[in-house]
């Protein structure tokens, strides 16, 4: 018999399977261009997940996730246009960079909490944006860098570049999953439990023992990590890096999709990212004004299902896997005497 | 943001002397503080009262402005858009509260989300309506005034004036009438105030209503000095939360003041040097505000 559980775990096959065939698969059933997209919403996907890690599971909401997705991606940009660095060396650079510089705002950032500690996140990712504005010959500023093919990488025998676009995808696909499995880990792990704990309640965290300033630098050094990775790729991706992706807005639009997902879940970003990244393909090939249903959905879906979409499946969930096991004892009643 | 500063600056760098230059940015950033001021306020009483951070307050802003280039445009006198634009402002402010806020006021995480989703509702409209063009408005008082050996622009003037009746107005309203009363009392101690029999659902939606009233009228005060387009909220969004945080969350006056200061310094950082490091260095005073004086710099001075 089928159980709910087998059901998620059959799911979360379903779902890696799927996104391992999207190569074949997607251009079959719809074009190329949908593979890119797919890429591009794992990558968002990412920067969406550093966002629910200091929200979703330690209780900070970060409006300046934007900064480190920025470091991220100009560590790369700068490390092959200016400095000729080859692929790994770039992407290391803007793993470190990102991380670097979380660590540094983290140290400020975490001192406060809440609204705050909102605004403080910003403040933090603007200047960073007007400073990058301002420094054109390093940046590029608004119109950004243009960097020409990509370095070409080889991991023991296999020489691949990502002007192959499978490799490409596959490159994004293992990445994102591994920073995902990461997070998984570091989520079930008894960091992950103190994180939690903290953002339940920080003042009985602290009585038990738990250095809640120096958890949440961590957490903020992960989310950090997370986003830098995120912008790294995305600088590969699009062979593009600009400071406009650096504004709030872009922060802006991570929260959004973290929370419309579901906060506080392993996959609400990547539903939450791809739910709008989704609507905005399509709605923007028959109508320039998507960010309208954008906004109306975002709106309609706070009112609606607060704990975001998969909070909305999970609460379905739970109340079909009671009722399945009310009908199974029934069963077992019955058939007993 | 204020992007007309740039402008202005190359131009007097051209055509004035470095004296001149100061004491005409310095001026603009006085007269700026004051509109910021303005809409700086709204966004704090919603701030404090309603316990939202309302991502969509420059957007009210901005729709202030384009109202006045519709009112301008409808009925060919631009003094009309003084009176009807806040009015329109408040009924888009309040309906807003009943259909948007209202359901997950207790949820500050899904209030910003819902802002946000607001401030791209309202700038995806005006994009519909008013088109992706910036457009400019003439001052409806042409001219310039002698002062202090240079000759500045009247309408500017006038708009200080403006923005110094409103904000006066505001403050009497707040402390001499009923609705500015329970306002306080709500912000104050909101079960108390309840326990008191003030109507705490029906302040909400008056708190939003004035918020988005304020911001509009910045709007229209602002329209013939910027330019007037979607995007103009998205870049004075930043700067009134500076105001709000330097001043002290929920401390008005302490708002309106770290308003003015900031355009003004801003102004005159802006006479020897680049107008983003102006920026960054607001920010920086805003950064070491936060973590050194959480209550703002004028906590203590005020009551």
Known sequence: ?337 | MIGNYRGEWINVLIHGHMMDTLLLLALNGLIWGLIIALIALGLSIIFGLLDIINLAHGDFFMVGTVLAWFTLELTGNFWVAFLIVPLIGFFLGALIQRVVIQPIRNVAALTIVATFGLSLILQESVRISFGTTPRRILPPIQGTFPMFGINYEIYRLFAALIAIIALAGFFVFLHRTKLGTWMRAVRHDRETAIAMGVPAQRVYVMTFGIGFALAALGGVVAAPITTVEFRTGVDILPFCFMAVIIGGLGNLPGTAVAAVLLAFLEGIIQSFADPTVARISSLLLMSAVLLVRPQGLFKGLTK
């Not at chain 1, 490409?168 to 995902?180: D, E, G, K, P």
């Not at chain 1, 990461?182 to 903290?198: Q, T």
Request: proline letters at 3%; one cysteine or more; aromatic letters at 16%.
């Open chain 1, 1 to 337: 018999m089928m159980t709910p559980n087998v059901i998620e775990r059959a799911m979360l096959i379903a779902f890696g399977a799927f996104l391992v065939a999207v190569p074949w698969l997607i251009p079959v059933l719809l074009n190329k261009f949908w593979v890119s997209l797919i890429a591009e919403i794992m990558i968002w996907s990412l920067f969406a997940a550093s966002v629910n890690l200091l929200f979703g599971y330690v209780g900070l909401l970060s409006f300046g996730q934007a900064l480190y997705f920025g470091f991220g991606m100009y560590g790369v940009a700068i490390g092959v246009a200016t400095l000729g660095l080859s692929f790994w060396p770039a992407f290391g650079l803007g793993i470190v960079a990102s991380v670097m510089i979380a660590l540094v705002s983290g140290i400020f950032a975490v001192r406060l909490t809440w609204h705050y500690f909102a605004i403080i996140t910003v403040v933090f990712s603007l200047i960073f944006y007007f400073f990058a504005v301002s420094v054109k010959p390093l940046t590029g500023g608004d119109d950004g860098i243009n960097f020409s093919l990509p370095p070409t990488f080889s991991f023991g025998g296999v020489t691949g570049s990502f002007s192959d676009a499978s490799f490409q995808y596959f490159f994004i696909l293992a990445t994102v999953s591994l920073c995902f499995f990461l997070m998984h880990r570091v989520i079930r792990s008894p960091l992950g439990k103190a994180f939690v704990a903290i953002r339940d309640n920080d003042v009985r965290a602290a009585l038990i023992g738990l250095n809640v300033y120096q958890l949440r630098l961590i957490a903020f050094v992960m989310a950090g990590f997370l986003a830098g990775v995120s912008g790294a790729l995305f600088a590969f991706f699009g062979r593009y890096a600009s400071a406009s992706y650096m504004y709030y807005h872009v922060s802006g639009e991570a929260v959004v999709w973290a929370i419309v997902g579901g906060a506080g879940t392993l996959f609400g970003p990547i539903v939450g990212t791809t739910f709008f990244i989704v609507i905005r393909e399509l709605v923007s090939t028959h109508w320039e004004h998507h960010a309208l249903i954008v906004g109306v959905m975002a709106i309609l879906v706070v009112i609606l299902a607060p704990k975001g979409l998969v909070g909305l499946w999970n609460d379905a969930f739970i109340s079909w896997r009671a009722r399945a096991k009310a009908a199974s004892t029934n069963t077992t009643l019955q058939t007993e005497p």
